[in-house]
């Protein structure tokens, strides 16, 4: 059953088109490492103040301006990764990095979620070992999808 739902992926419209088109595969590429950027580059700064990092500078003023931009570069990255999956889904879904990576990424989106929810955009309701746990189950969970995403580039498909 899954073969078939990953071939009928494989064999689709959008699929062909960015197995085939250069630049297309290119461009989306590129926006799948812009999104990665954003989420990561958003995620790390926000978790070391998490951890104690700048105690003077206020925890609301960072997580209001990067909880966003980590939200934004986590769908543009999922939407443009889906992308990339498509054009070889039947190889990609048997590599191990890859499901590690899909896992980490399920686990890392799951914590933001429920801590956000928890406690507020800004985590403002938080005390300080809910802060540090968040941190680095946060850290743990996108610094690892990373490393697997790269790995995948040396797996054999």
Known sequence: MLEVLLAEVEA?????????SRWGH???SGLHVLGIASLVGSVLPLSLKLLGAWPRLPQAV????LVPCAATGLLLAVVAGLILFSVKAQDYAGVGFLQAKLCL???????????HRRHGLTLESASRSQLRLHALVSLGCWLGAL?????????SL
Not at 12 to 20: D, E, G, I, M, N
Not at 62 to 65: D, G, I, K
Not at 147 to 155: D, E, K
């Open 12 to 20: 689709s419209s959008l699929a062909s088109y960015f197995r085939v």
């Open 26 to 28: 290119a461009a989306v």
């Open 62 to 65: 960072l997580a209001r301006v």
């Open 105 to 115: 990424i399920a686990l890392g989106a799951a914590s933001a979620l429920y801590a």
């Open 147 to 155: 490393a697997c995403g790269r790995l995948i580039a040396f797996s």
